[in-house]
T-cell receptor, first 120, second 116 residues
């Protein structure tokens, strides 16, 4: 089965540089989410898109922006990178009609493998 | 206040035995969903099991079952017949509200180590 694809898998940047992370959701999933997981931390929600429109906004810094394109892929743009931005960035996607093994599921979010960003 | 509380930072279990990972939650919504994810050392987040607030039966998925006690606001994960490959970080998470695509809020996680 197709999974969420993220690129790149690893990224090393210098302070004050910019970075763009890409996410390709599972086909026919209508919502894309971005999460940030710092070292030893739990994932924190950044932003989400439903049918290409911004849906919810979490603790996303003003230096970050995101969008979802017509082909449903999403990009997280990060500018003026700081040391504290070093983290694992996850993209997840979900469908409003999830169904597995004959039982209706509750829009479970499937995560991509993550992009590990290191800011030096 | 913490929405998801996992009180066990680390757990050890003998191979082939069962283990319960605790999770309590806090919400005033009637409609919500509870999730468990597994994060191995490689970093990916693997969906394990889901329980909806209106589900009357406890969710099960293979060796995973969710002990849902609504009145106590707990959603403990039970892993039966533990395997060495179960060693990982386990996160409990919740989404709130009727809209199914609200963001997840995670607990701090429990690191499970399975001993041979």
């Amino acid at each position: 089965a197709a999974g969420v694809i993220q690129s790149p898998r690893h990224l090393i940047k210098e302070k004050r540089e910019t970075a763009t992370l890409k996410c390709y959701p599972i086909p026919r999933h209508d919502t894309v989410y971005w999460y940030q997981q710092g070292p030893g931390q739990d994932p924190q929600f950044l932003i989400s898109f439903y049918e290409k429109m911004q849906s919810d906004k979490g603790s996303i810094p003003d230096r970050f922006s995101a969008q979802q394109f017509s082909d449903y892929h999403s990009e997280l743009n990060m500018s003026s990178l700081e040391l504290g931005d070093s983290a694992l960035y996850f993209c997840a996607s979900s469908s409003g009609t999830g169904r597995t093994s004959g039982r209706a599921y509750g829009f479970e979010q499937f995560f991509g493998p993550g992009t590990r960003l290191t800011v030096l | 206040a913490q929405k998801i509380t996992q009180t066990q930072p680390g757990m050890f279990v003998q191979e082939k035995e069962a283990v319960t990972l605790d999770c309590t939650y806090d919400t005033s919504d009637q409609s919500y969903g509870l999730f468990w994810y597994k994060q191995p050392s490689s970093g990916e987040m693997i969906f394990l099991i889901y329980q909806g607030s209106y589900d009357e039966q406890n969710a099960t998925e293979g060796r995973y079952s969710l002990n849902f006690q609504k009145a106590r606001k707990s959603a403990n994960l039970v892993i039966s017949a533990s395997q060495l490959g179960d060693s990982a970080m386990y996160f409990c998470a919740m989404r709130e509200g009727n809209r199914g695509n609200t963001p997840l809020v995670f607990g701090k996680g429990t690191r499970l180590s399975v001993i041979a």
